[in-house]
T-cell receptor, first 115, second 115 residues
Framework: EPEVTQTPSHQVTQMGQEVILRCVPI?????FYWYRQILGQKVEFLVSFYNNEISEKSEIFDDQFSVERPDGSNFTLKIRSTKLEDSAMYFC?????????????FGPGTRLTVL | AQSVTQLGSHVSVSEGALVLLRCNYSSSVPPYLFWYVQYPNQGLQLLLK??????LVKGINGFEAEFKKSETSFHLTKPSAHMSDAAEYFC?????????????FGKGTRLSVIA
């Protein structure tokens, strides 16, 4: 069964450093998402992406964040200058459409630890 | 704004016992409701969803949930717990008019199954 994959599974970085989290969505999906979960808190939506453009973004997704589809398979989340509060589990998801009823398929997550 | 409350961050049941995981939502418009499960080191997997129609929804692995508008609830149940059901369960809500947030999640409930 097709699945969303994410690399790395765990990333440790120093505060102020740039990190890139990578995702490979399901191949025939056109809509991609990033969510994050700070330890002990809710899974929160960050951004959705379609046709090489951001479709929607939350208040969390500020100027330090960016997303990109650098090639036909990868979808990346870049955090320019990491802060301690960016430590979280980051989930990538993909779906066939942007319809609210459509299922989003999630990857296993990348645990980001900022020291 | 929409929100989800999952009562109980940790639920423990005996093998063979009824599983009941509670989810209450807040939405000013008709909601679409989802239950996801996360097994260790895996992504969030859709268990079931309610969009329209029959309010009792059956999902994978013997789980079902009932949408009760009057109670703003979408509790997840399974008649007989199995050891393999031990996981984290997330309830999520969205709607046709959910603004910039495709999915709003609850905090999750960790289910333990005791032999």
């Amino acid at each position: 069964e097709p699945e969303v994959t994410q690399t790395p599974s765990h990333q440790v970085t120093q505060m102020g450093q740039e990190v890139i989290l990578r995702c490979v969505p399901i191949s025939n999906h056109l809509y991609f998402y990033w969510y994050r979960q700070i330890l002990g808190q809710k899974v929160e939506f960050l951004v959705s992406f379609y046709n090489n453009e951001i479709s929607e973004k939350s208040e969390i997704f500020d100027d330090q964040f960016s997303v990109e589809r650098p090639d036909g398979s990868n979808f990346t989340l870049k955090i320019r200058s990491t802060k301690l509060e960016d430590s979280a589990m980051y989930f990538c998801a993909s779906s066939e459409s942007l319809a609210r009823t459509d299922t989003q398929y999630f990857g296993p997550g990348t645990r980001l630890t900022v020291l | 704004a929409q929100s989800v409350t999952q009562l109980g961050s940790h639920v423990s049941v005996s093998e063979g016992a009824l599983v009941l995981l509670r989810c209450n939502y807040s939405s000013s418009v008709p909601p679409y409701l989802f239950w996801y499960v996360q097994y260790p080191n895996q992504g969030l997997q859709l268990l079931l969803k309610y969009t329209t129609g029959a309010t009792l929804v059956k999902g994978i692995n013997g789980f079902e949930a009932e949408f009760k508008k009057s109670e703003t609830s979408f509790h997840l149940t399974k008649p007989s717990a199995h050891m393999s059901d031990a996981a984290e369960y997330f309830c999520a809500v969205t709607s046709m008019n959910s603004g910039n947030t495709p999915l709003v999640f609850g905090k999750g409930t960790r289910l333990s199954v005791i032999a």
